[in-house]
């Protein structure tokens, strides 16, 4: 059973924006940090940037003032916006949810971002 659902991933031109959402259910967003990781070949999945269900944000060095994470309380989805794309950014991202209701975290499928040169 698929608990978060994430789209707006795809191809875009080095210097666009693109953004990303992340849907689940209440029980799952509430109380969570959302956060957004990415995988591109070859090499180990890393962290995007998260946000606390007090809105806190976290971003990697390698995002700041590019990409931005936002939280939507009433549609329990999480946003990555982002900007100036850069051909590194490539790469499959993820969806996650740390959940302290459950006491367990959760992945999405993940979804694609291309940045072409």
């Known amino acids: 059973q698929v608990q978060l659902v994430e789209s707006g991933g795809g191809l875009v031109q080095a210097g666009g924006s693109l953004r990303v959402s992340c849907a689940t259910s209440?029980?799952?967003?509430?109380?969570?940090?959302m956060g957004w990781y990415r995988q591109a070949p070859g090499k180990q999945r890393e962290l995007v940037a998260t946000?606390?269900?007090?809105?806190?944000?976290n971003y990697a060095d390698s995002v700041k003032d590019r990409f931005t994470i936002s939280r939507d309380n009433a549609k329990n989805t999480v946003y990555l916006q982002m900007n100036s794309l850069k051909p590194e950014d490539t790469a499959v991202y993820y969806c996650?949810?740390?959940?302290?209701?459950?006491?367990?975290?959760?992945w999405g499928q993940g979804t694609q971002v291309t940045v072409s040169s």
């Open positions: 996650h949810a740390e959940s302290s209701l459950f006491s367990r975290d959760y």
């Open positions: 946000t606390t269900s007090g809105g806190r944000t």
């Open positions: 209440r029980s799952i967003f509430s109380l969570a940090t």
